[in-house]
């Protein structure tokens, strides 16, 4: 039987991602100086669990770099060596040529040599072991003697229970040169205590010839950490320091092999595979259960039927119901995620922005836990980035500058997550320098957004934010000031179904909302009548809805008809002259009127009926027919026939392009008619 090994080699991947995680987030919590004996462990595990993984899978260019980042962390721990800022740094970017290793094997691509050569000769330099130094010698090359090797391999009793394969690697030792071994039974256990699937056996082998240590190193690479293993050369049977080493690292407890988990969102390609609590999988296969149980009821009920089961058919219709609902739920629970995933990107990044622009910031996070949709997560990375950038950049102020304002010489950017109603919420705070929307409104002007007349809220101002090509910075740099990003952070929320609000204090604070739905497979939306259709919408769009009161119509030229509410003046949209569906209810009086909100803009759409809410699964109509301005997907209902889902938003957009019997005008100064 050929095993593929390739889904194994996903697997170590997608693991080694998260192992560098782990070393970035304890790497920033370090202060140079105090060496944090946990800290240090959890980084040194993590580097040799990816060291023995890029051996076994043939990543040799990925073993050899974390061999030397594991050398230098092995002789911290061992307190050869106190931990310094220089440390600090060099670690983080070897974490990142780590990760960018990884991302090429993944991809099939070929690594950045020039920078993974240079990163492992400041390792090399920092440990005092430069390669290009003739005066030096590496220990772990070869046997002086060109004799050969005594190996003493003394496997732990689990060591077999993760996939290692002792025959395999006697294997490879005898491709090496001429062997002999012998086992020791002293650990034996008689028969009656034998569990088979321990190792209990250890063994002394002799290997003859000329053999680099390295080719050694590289086929017990795997099982470091699950046995003792000693290595000395033939003509010397004093342990090396290394083999020393070996043997501390052997005390450590083994690095636990878990599921696949996320890989950093917004950080290179989506990931294939996601981590799943237990509780949830177990929840999904009591469901599976009840649903067969359902299932065996009515199929029982199926023979022989007559009218008198027609009640015990009704409940189990209401069962099967019920159960079908909460297979959907806990099948979309598999989905969710905690959003720490995307939040644990930010610390690396406020630190090395801190680091080259010489501001101080301190980083808070809360509701790391909040759940949402792993499609949503993907797709939410690159706008948070653009969000805490611009935070860093335009909000929080140099150290003397907050010092003179009587701030705190460290400035604060908080990130919160919690739900609302169906929606998650996103918040990106900081207690930098607020928004001047004087400066923001003549910035617009200069630009040639707005004429200097126009008359804007401060909502208004603020979105201005967002229009292509503005940015309020004095001076282009790496990170802003060339009106890039902000643009794109509103059109991909947007296309999430999500909102982005700004809310700011001058001298004071910023912050940035941002409302998305928990996720993109299912919403709940209101069924709606036009003629002989049924269209469906997204209920977090729906502001209320209303029968016609005609002495609130009004008209702006005849060209566009307002609905007043509440002191409010609202575009009407007649729903059946947008998408030319024929109706019997063409007065304003015989039909109701559905109050939405897209984009920021309201509107009222006139339609026949109102049906009912439900949840419905969403259907791609881009990927199965074509896009279509003001619908945003489709689904199929109870009786098997299509209803389209609209796009409040696009739908907005068309009425006021003007490419129906009644094209609106945009409203500004909110909505009211001048």
Known sequence: MTIDMEQF????????HEGLEVMESKLLEMDAGETDEDAINSIFRAAHSIKGGGATFGFSDISNFTHVVETLLDEIRNGER???????????????????????????????????SDVKQQLEKMLGTQADDPATLVETQANPNNVGWDIHFIPFPEMLTRGNDVVRMFRELGEL???????????????????????????????????????????FAWVEGDCELIITPLADTKPTKQDAKRQSQAKQPPVKVTAAAERRVGAGAESSSIR?????????????????????????????????????LL????????????????????????????FNRFPRMIHDMCGKFGKKVVLKLSGESTELDKTVMEKIGDPLVHLVRNSL?????MPEQRVAAGKPESGTVHLNAFHQGGNI????????????????????????????STVLSDDKIYDLLFQPGFSTAEQVTDISGRGVGMDVVKRNILALGGSVEVATELGCCTTFTIRLPLTLAILDGQLICVGDETYIIPLISIIESLQVDKKSVSAIAGKAELYKLREEYIPIIRFHHVFGVHTE?????????????????????????????????????????????????????????????????????????????????????DGVAA
């Open 9 to 16: 080699k996903t697997t170590y991947i997608e693991e080694s």
């Open 82 to 116: 106190v931990i310094n800022q220089e440390a600090i740094d060099l670690f983080l970017t070897s974490v990142d040529v780590i990760r960018e290793m990884l991302t090429a094997a993944q991809k099939g691509e070929a690594i950045d040599e020039a920078r993974a």
């Open 177 to 219: 040169g001429a062997f002999d071994v012998q086992a020791d039974l002293a650990k034996l256990p008689t028969l009656k205590d034998l569990n088979p699937e321990e190792c209990h056996i250890g063994w002394k082998i002799t290997l003859t010839g000329s053999v680099l240590r390295d080719q050694i190193d590289e086929i």
């Open 276 to 312: 799943v609590d237990i509780e949830k999988i177990d929840a999904l296969i009591n469901m599976v259960g009840e649903l067969v149980i359902t299932q065996s009821m009515l199929s029982q009920l199926g023979e022989d039927f007559d009218m008198g089961r027609c009640e015990k």
């Open 315 to 342: 409940k189990g219709l209401g069962q099967l119901e019920r159960n079908t609902r909460e297979l959907q739920e806990s099948v979309m629970r598999i989905r969710m995620i905690p959003i720490s995933f995307a």
């Open 393 to 397: 950049d335009h909000g929080i102020e």
């Open 425 to 452: 919420v996103i918040e990106i705070t900081d207690d930098g320098a607020g928004l001047d929307k004087d400066k923001i409104f003549a910035k617009a002007v200069e630009k040639g957004l707005v004429e200097a």
């Open 585 to 669: 209810k063409i007065s304003l009086e015989n039909g109701l009127l559905v109050v939405v909100e897209g984009n920021g803009y309201k509107a009222a759409l006139l339609v026949d009926d109102l049906l009912g809410q439900q949840q419905v699964v969403i259907k791609s109509l881009e990927t199965n027919f074509r896009k279509i301005d003001g619908v945003s997907g489709a689904t199929i209902l109870g009786d098997g026939t299509v209803a389209l889902i609209l796009d409040v938003a696009g739908l907005i957009r068309v009425a006021q392009s003007g490419k129906h019997q009644h094209p609106l005008n945009t409203i500004e100064n």
